[in-house]
């Protein structure tokens, strides 16, 4: 495990939206400004090739159903986090770069009983950091 792996991979999700967000291209059907939606989850996987014919690099276990759930019940614009990477970005002492917005999703984890909530952060750069004319929400701190 790459040391700060959490952070790394937080900064790449916030630099991704900041590239999507100050992008010209806009979607080709509606007009509209692309929108980037993330979700970031920690747990163990296991990874492997599968495949002959077309060999592909595959990851399984329950985590991975997890983190897709973060992604797609998640917000397009926004750093979708799972309590889990909260507790990773803490646990690697790296949790004071970002400012999170807590919120309740629907569940998100394999064989999860129907309205069962799982809970979820939106992750941002802090204050700090963002150039002063971009006005910000406000965002509380965990």
Known sequence: STPNHGRAL????LNMQASVANSEYR?????????LR???HAGPVVAGVVGYKMPRYHLFGPHVAIANGIEASGVGGRVNVSSDFVDLL???GDIDEFELE?????????GGRRGET???????H????LPAAQ???RHHSC
């Open 10 to 13: 937080a900064h790449l999700a």
């Open 118 to 124: 799982r809970a979820q952060a939106f992750l941002s």
């Open 38 to 40: 993330v979700g970031l």
């Open 135 to 137: 006005p910000r929400s």
């Open 102 to 110: 807590w919120r309740r999703a629907p569940c998100s984890s394999p």
């Open 27 to 35: 979607n080709a059907f509606t007009g509209e400004p692309l929108s």
């Open 90 to 92: 803490r646990d690697e």
């Open 126 to 129: 802090p204050a700090s950091c």
